[in-house]
């Protein structure tokens, strides 16, 4: 990934927290037939140091976990927000004329090595700490022992545990850094007003980010 020095988010706290936020990664492997690509909710976790370790569960009926290269690296995109931005938002825009549009953005790539996890118990407590962690949003959370014991158990019978160990982790925030102040400003209040998918996320993430680098 192309990362602008002024794009960059070095700070592994920051990246973790996106992971948190949005854990449905793009999973990058190499298979028997080339590079594949799976949709697969990651949970982060802290240990070991300090990079942490991601783990999910496919279908047992999905090959990644048993046609994969071990040896090669596998790499999981995490996608924050991300926003169309005009050019109308940018208040050089009367003084020059000299701007185009861009796509903001906020992404994180996690490097590691995979393995592939069987046991019932492991899977089990894998999907109580993913349930409890997604479900603690709801006002009546609901837990995997809400459901029969038979049933989850042939449930966990047709998944299989993923583990990647994180052995590097980057981030690129492209939130309008390499434009100047008033053009930064512009473009929060002109997503505050729009109506597109992701502005209110773009604009706090801009607030958040609000530092001229030019």
């Not at 069987?118 to 609901?142: A, I, M, Q, V, Y």
Request: hydrophobic fraction near 35%; avoid cysteine.
């Amino acid at each position: 990934m192309y990362i602008p020095k002024h794009f960059e988010e070095p700070r592994i706290d920051v990246l973790h927290e996106l992971i948190r936020a949005r854990p449905l990664a793009t999973l990058i492997t190499l298979s028997s037939n080339g590079i594949n690509a799976n949709h697969i909710p990651l949970h982060i976790f802290m240990e070991p140091t300090p990079y942490g370790t991601l783990r999910g569960h496919v279908a047992r009926l999905n090959p990644v976990w048993n046609d994969f290269h071990t040896e090669v690296e596998v790499l999981a995109i995490f996608h924050g927000p991300d926003s169309y931005i005009t050019p109308s938002w940018y208040p050089t825009k009367k003084e020059t004329g000299k701007v185009v549009p861009t796509w903001n953005y906020a992404v994180v790539h996690a490097y590691g090595t995979m393995r592939v996890i069987e046991d019932p118990g492991w899977l089990r407590t894998l999907l109580e700490t993913l349930t409890d962690h997604n479900e603690k949003k709801f006002s009546k959370p609901w837990k995997v022992s809400d459901a029969p014991l038979e049933y989850t158990s042939k449930l966990i019978e047709s998944i299989v545990g993923i583990e990647i160990g994180i052995t590097k982790l980057t981030g690129k925030w492209k939130v309008s850094q390499n434009q100047p102040p008033q053009n930064q400003s512009g473009v929060i209040s002109g997503l505050e007003t729009s109506d597109l998918p992701d502005a209110p996320s773009m604009a706090n993430l801009m607030r958040l980010h609000k530092i001229h680098k030019p």
